[in-house]
């Protein structure tokens, strides 16, 4: 244990993850590791997402408090509507309206908690929206740092248009994030103003990253930012991941790993997209034809659309005839799994994945080759990196508006977990970021040297209000 850990004095953190559980997850693997380490974590966000939170280790637990701010009302936004994953795409801005409304009840929290130099904050940990957070963060002459996404696509954000090191972006990602920059409706403010304005108010910025991971972006991101940049490290779930979010843990005897059971050694493609953006019906019908035309053994974890009625088994969502004639050789599910299981299981031997950044980390932390198939945000970024890598391949899309065909998926799928010489290069790519998730000693680092990063980095508030850094060692 370094110097800084043997300090009597623990670190009161504050952390404010943005109300997607892309982004909850990990942060929680933070709060979880740095409470591991003798630190409070403040963990902030709405009742109904902290309950549905898989729960900490033992050993954290006493040391994280769990803070729950109720989400305000908004005309038009569904009961319950907390997380991202709860909201129709038509209802986003809403959402924001309602997530700006966490505004009073977190600077009435941070009142109370600077009040006495007891509970006081030594630093708040806002995401990249959270412009409010900051803000109250400066009011307390708290230190703030920002969350930030991969450093592929603060690269990217840079130079849309691509460059020396980055490969150009398809016409159809590039218009996908165009409204970004526009007003979210009855939020009155873009993502990107939110994330300008959080910026402004930081003196350093975390990512969720390491130099190994991504080294020819990395080194681009304290230039690009004007900021001091901290790696967080990956941080790939706990070795217990797959235990249900209601804190049951079913995983062994659960259907889908039963069935892999019976699966031969490295012979099952797990496919799953998420649940944030669903496949419009025709595409999941295409990628359900791939499947078929591609004759390798699958096991498909099919979202329901969101607010749609659809069947337990989600018959119809499929092909007709699909379930009966890939019955023996695959398996659909509609409902939650364990997906940490799933993938630990030998007889998985590859990954269809829509490229969150969680999906990669976990698919990788077992060396699977990817099948990439990105739909959103920095799912495009994401997926180029891992391609360049030689970790797997992406399916052949439609420049114009992003959309495949049952053949482009046949093909990306037979190469990935059939083709003996691309399989073999595929697998070798994924071995070498395996590497670098599953490397536990390194990952840890990286969290010792974020903790000695915040017990060092002195941190003045200027006259205008804005942190700006004193002194980095």
């Known amino acids: 244990m370094d110097s800084a850990e043997s300090s009597p004095e623990p670190l009161h953190v504050v952390i404010v993850p943005w109300l997607a559980f892309g982004h909850m997850l990990p942060y929680l693997e933070l709060a979880d590791r740095l409470a591991s380490r003798g630190h409070r974590v403040s963990y902030v966000s709405t009742p109904r997402n902290l309950a549905r939170l898989p729960p900490l ?59 006495d130099e007891a509970t006081r904050p030594h630093w708040v940990i806002a995401d990249c929206f959270h412009h409010w957070v900051a803000a109250a963060a400066v009011q307390h002459k708290v230190p703030c740092a920002m969350l930030q996404p991969t450093a592929a696509v603060i690269a990217a954000a840079y130079h849309p248009h691509g460059g020396p090191r980055a490969v150009t972006r398809p016409r159809y990602e590039t218009e996908e994030t165009a409204p970004m920059y526009d007003d979210q409706g009855a939020s009155g403010m873009s993502t990107v103003q939110r994330w300008h304005l959080t910026k402004n108010r930081c003196a350093l910025a975390v ?47 659960h259907a889908t790993v039963r069935w892999l059971d019976a699966q031969p050694p490295g012979s ?20 359900a034809l791939g499947l078929e035309l591609a004759g390798t053994r699958f096991l498909w974890a099919l979202r329901k659309p969101s607010g749609a009625a659809v069947l337990d088994d989600g018959a119809d969502m499929l092909p007709p005839g699909f379930q009966e004639r890939a019955r023996g050789v695959g398996l659909v599910t509609t409902g939650w799994i364990p997906q940490m299981s799933i993938l630990a299981h030998a007889a998985v031997g590859g990954f269809l994945t829509h490229c ?27 997926a180029r990196q891992m391609e360049a890598k030689k970790a797997g391949l ?7 508006d992003g959309s495949f065909d049952r053949h482009g998926i046949a093909s990306a799928v037979r190469d990935v977990m059939v083709d003996g010489e691309a399989r073999m290069r595929f697998v070798a790519g994924a071995a070498k970021m395996q590497e670098v998730v599953a490397n536990t000693q390194r990952q840890e680092r990286y969290i010792d040297e974020f903790v000695r990063h915040l017990r060092s980095h002195g941190v003045a508030i200027a006259t205008d209000g804005k942190a700006t850094t004193a002194a980095t060692s």
């Not at 109720?70 to 795409?89: F, I, M, Q, W």
């Not at 080194?219 to 940049?229: A, G, H, R, S, T």
């Not at 992406?394 to 114009?400: C, F, I, K, L, T």
Request: net charge negative; hydrophobic share 40%; with cysteine.
């Open 394 to 400: 992406q399916v052949a899309r439609d420049e114009s």
């Open 268 to 287: 099952v493609v797990y496919v799953a997209l998420g649940s944030e953006v669903p496949l419009p019906l025709e595409q999941v019908h295409e990628l």
């Open 207 to 253: 990512i969720r990253s390491c130099v190994e991971w991504e080294p020819e972006s990395f080194p681009l991101v304290p230039k690009l930012l004007e900021m001091p940049v901290v790696p967080l490290g990956l941080l790939p779930p706990s070795s217990d991941g797959g235990r249900r979010a209601d804190g049951t843990n079913g995983s062994a005897e």
């Open 57 to 115: 280790r033992p050993a954290a637990a006493p040391r994280v408090d769990l803070v729950a701010l109720p989400l305000p009302r908004v005309d038009g936004l569904p009961d319950g509507a907390e997380s991202t994953n709860d909201v129709p795409d038509h209802q986003r801005e809403l959402h924001w309206k309602a997530f700006d409304g966490l505004a009073a009840p977190f600077a009435e929290f941070m009142a109370a908690a600077c009040a």
């Open 356 to 382: 969150g950044r969680n999906s990669l980390i976990e698919g990788l932390l077992f060396g699977h080759p990817l099948v990439m198939l990105p739909i959103f945000g920095d799912q495009g970024p994401n």
